[in-house]
């Protein structure tokens, strides 16, 4: 089956850089989606279509992609941002099957 | 303001059968494919189950095809899943998600109703 691979965990002082990964092979083909739960919270679309932010998102969080890596960043961390994080695509069997990563835990120190 | 407003869930015995209902407003909801995703306590997301805006075209995770059941009254701005043959490991929070497109990805969710399978 189809997996996407993250980072369990990435900290980060305030202020600094947050990038975190997802891997995929069918990531150069397919449109990856990233979300941010914070505890006892429904997920948020906070980027999507790999780099576009929805209404509402603070620009300070980007998307990229290259090859079989796509990448979330947030460029000057704050406190607020701290949650977990899951990015979301498919793969390309020609099969309706959508898979998540299996989460990345972001600490603002 | 888009609102997604799950109910339903509670507590089930293995083999049992239980129905979610997701009440939908803020939008034009025949407009919009949906989503069912469910979380596992203290794991991460699964896509449960998708509904294309007519009710027609629907897809299902493997873990759950064959057991549950999507559908939409488009009439009542209201999403369903039908349970049923409940097994321990379909304990989760279950999510309702608008979809963004027919890709899967959600771009507003609920809060969530939790399912609890256990004897």
């Known amino acids: 089956s189809y997996e996407l691979t993250q980072p369990p965990s990435v900290s980060v002082s305030p202020g600094q850089t947050a990038r975190i990964t997802c891997s995929g092979v069918a990531l150069p083909n397919q449109y990856a989606y990233w979300y941010q739960q914070k505890p006892g919270q429904a997920p948020v679309l906070v980027i999507y279509?790999?780099?576009e932010r929805p209404s509402g998102i603070p620009e300070r969080f980007s998307g990229s992609s290259s090859g079989t890596t796509v990448t979330m960043t947030i460029s000057g961390v704050q406190a607020e941002d701290e949650a977990d994080f899951y990015c979301q695509s498919a793969d390309s069997s020609g099969s309706y099957n959508v898979v998540f990563g299996g989460g990345t835990k972001l600490t603002v120190l | 303001e888009v609102q997604l407003v799950e109910s339903g869930g509670g507590l089930v015995q293995p083999g049992g059968s239980l129905r979610l209902s997701c009440a939908a407003s803020?939008?034009?909801?025949?407009?919009?494919?949906m989503n069912w995703v469910r979380q596992a306590p203290g794991k991460g997301l699964e896509w449960v189950s998708y509904?294309?805006?007519?009710?027609?075209?629907?897809y299902y995770a493997d873990s759950v095809k064959g057991r549950f059941t999507i559908s939409r009254d488009n009439a009542k701005n209201s999403l369903y899943l039908q349970m049923n043959s409940l097994r321990a490991e379909d304990t989760a929070v279950y999510y309702c998600a608008r979809a963004g497109d027919s890709s899967g990805y959600s771009d507003h969710w609920g809060q969530g109703t939790l399912v609890t399978v256990s004897s």
């Open positions: 803020g939008f034009t909801f025949n407009n919009y494919e």
């Open positions: 509904i294309g805006r007519s009710g027609i075209t629907i």
């Open positions: 279509k790999d780099t």
